[in-house]
């Protein structure tokens, strides 16, 4: 009804009209600038290089058509669109040449929308530190109900019994209120200093301070948490190209004359130069600048720039090493005719006129089929001579070998034409052997020791990527990653593999070659799902945006990532570095040990404040803490305890224990011996003076209660102060590492120190203390302090502490913990 109500409205009408027209002529038969969300199904779009392919579609027509599909399959070498290979994806873009495209999927049902039907399933998990944290806060403010409550019942039951043994029970007075409330707000103070409420801002604080630094560091954090569930990460899945490699092709090698030789891509010039003669040199730089589609440009300030394909790139790069000059090259040499790089032939070549008259071919392409089209090659004099059948397999032995240090190898040939009747036509044979180079990725600085330390972490990496497999296997050498015993193996290979014998194989694989979007999510879910691993990604394109998302912890490149893998990730690597993200891991450590540091001073606090007013309770009917004493206490505990021990930078031994575990404790054994070691002195401390205080200090007259309680709470405050020092390293003896350069550290222990002075001093009738004298206050401060030899003791007491026997977690062994055990 309301429906056919609303369709009577004037201007709804008229818009109805307008969408009908709209539907039956859409483009009017005319070529036209449009939106691209305005796209539908039969359209035909003109694209053009830079341009990037608004939707799903089909090729139509074209010239030398190259789509650079990096962001969507993470491969990285371009794929020539012809008839026989039509199909073009959105969010690709086209880096060569032109041509028309017939859409044929628009919105979420292209590939590209699939990719992001798949962010949105699921909501945010909890992390590992989080899960844990939950459980310790419910243990702790139960535990503190249980002895509120307690407290709040001896006391009133013996108020109560005595009121009756002194035969008052029936007269009630507005002082017994006032006692029973006392009592009452005794048991909720205990409450309050129990419950751990400063644990989210200690958790929240240490996140933040870990933030700012590792902005400065070149990591952006979008998440607080990603920080602490980086620490904890058991797995690293890397993408290789742009990640672990500088994702700038480079020749690295060369085969020319008859040598293999190393290219130095660090000075001014190559040394080739100096090893070959200058005829042959010509020779070869003709054959770069001349055959190419790409070029060499030079701008205002004379900075070159260079604009083509990777591969192409890196050629023209070795040229101008070479000390060449494009412009020059192609100003002297006049060019015929071209034969643009074609996919089944897998060759480029070009017939130009040399400044001399002469007619020259020249031709470059993939190894094996250039030296199946030559009969010679070039010598060190520039001359030519015949290739043997020896010779050819010399040379196919210098590719195979390129090959397997994962070098992309191109040969370079040429062919002088004599007779007039071939002076128009490219010839197919015949040719002379220029050189042989081999193109590669050259892997980022750093990234090795990046793999090491990760290793040392206990942290295992793998290489997930689009390339093949003979590259991912040379790379992850290279880098450290694939190891003899360790497994490497094609995505499609892996899909075809039963759940159960993913999770058989997944502890195995370091590589992972040919993978699809599908596969890398794939991974990852069992990862984490089945063998309980902490699972780090890091991504660049459109395709890695499912991974990213059903990681604990996505990393997406801040150079070479796509806006969708941004907003899928958790962390932002401003420089695309591996190493990098190993400093995401260290700060990630440093939150979750310092999180624990502040959890081992609060049990301490919360143990012994809630021991000392149940039994003092139990035996004398009164609490000696009073409930302002214990909030002040709960401040130094919660908030500027919080303050100072999440702010403790990280250091280099973190980086050589095993990740923490999903399903490990977060309370270790090395925390409890540390609290229940501190809180049985602190509470022999306090309980002694409790009862027999004022024999021990010689007190009398009227004020000797207040004096003796003034100075136990003195006392309390001091174990504290000296207790936060020692828990600023868990095992380590040295606590004083670092401690002047954490000056929020320091600020606050002397704050603390100030504060209490006032407190005991001058708010008497507000904190139930009354000053104390030099001696009393010498003696507490010494009190204090030896909690600090006590924790030296303390942590020279070997403790078993489960941690996993493997780097793949899968079974767990007690080894001895003590202060040298990192």
Known sequence: MFVWEALHDLTLIILIICAVLSIAVIRDGIRQKVSIYDLVVGDIVHLSIGDQVPADGIFISGYNMLIDQSSLTGESVPIDICEKRPFLLAGTKVQDGSGKMLVTTVGMRTEWGKLMETLSEGGEDETPLQVKLNGVATIIGKIGLVFAVLTFLVLTVRFLVGKGLRHEFTRWSSGDALKLLNYFATAVTIIVVAVPEGLPLAVTLSLAFAMKKLMNDKALVRHLSACETMGSATCICTDKTGTLTTNHMVVSKTWVCGKAKEVNNTGPKDSLVNDISEDVLNVLLQAIFNNTGSEVVKDKDGKTTILGTPTEAAILEYGLLLGGDFEEQRSICKMLKVEPFNSEKKTMSVLVALPDGKIRAFCKGASEIIVKMCYSSINGNGETVPLSEEQVRNVMDVINGFANEALRTLCLAYKDINDDSNKNSIPDSAYTLIAVVGIKDPIRPGVKEAVKTCLAAGITVRMVTGDNINTAKAIAKECGILLDDDLAIEGSDFRQKTPEEMSQLIPKL????????????????????????????????????????????????????????????????????????????????????????????????????????????????????????????????????????????????????????????????????????????????????????????????????????????????FCQVFNEINSRDIEKINIFRGILGNWIFTVIIVSTVVFQVIIVEFLGTFASTVPLNWQLWLLSVLLGAISMPIAVVLKCIPVGRIIATDKHHDGYDLLPSGPDLA
Not at 511 to 523: F, G, N, Q, Y
Not at 699 to 709: C, I, P, Q
Request: a neutral charge.
């Open 510 to 717: 370091k590589v992972m070659a040919r993978s699809s979007p599908t596969d890398k999510h794939v991974l990852v879910k069992t990862a984490r799902n089945s063998l309980r691993e902490v699972v780090a990604v890091t991504g660049d394109g459109t395709n890695d945006a499912p991974a990213l998302h059903e990681a604990d912890i996505g990393l997406a490149m801040g150079i070479s990532g796509t806006e969708v893998a941004k907003e899928s990730a958790d962390v932002i690597v401003l420089d695309d570095n591996f190493a990098t993200i190993v400093n995401v891991a260290k700060w990630g450590r440093s939150v979750y040990i310092n999180i624990q540091k502040f959890v081992q001073f609060q049990l301490t606090v919360n143990i012994v404040a809630l021991m000392i007013n149940f039994i003092s309770a139990c035996a004398s009917g009164s609490a000696p803490l009073t409930a302002v004493q214990l909030l002040w206490v709960n401040l130094i505990m919660d908030t500027l305890g919080a303050l100072a021990l999440a702010t403790e930078p990280p250091h280099d031994g973190l980086m050589r224990r095993r990740p923490v575990g999903r399903t490990e404790s977060f309370i270790t054994r090395t925390m409890w011996r540390n609290i229940i070691g501190q809180s049985i002195y602190q509470l022999a401390v306090l309980l002694v003076l409790n009862f027999v205080g004022k024999q021990i200090l010689g007190l009398r007259g009227s004020d000797s209660t207040a004096v003796v309680n003034t100075f136990i709470f003195n006392t309390f405050v």
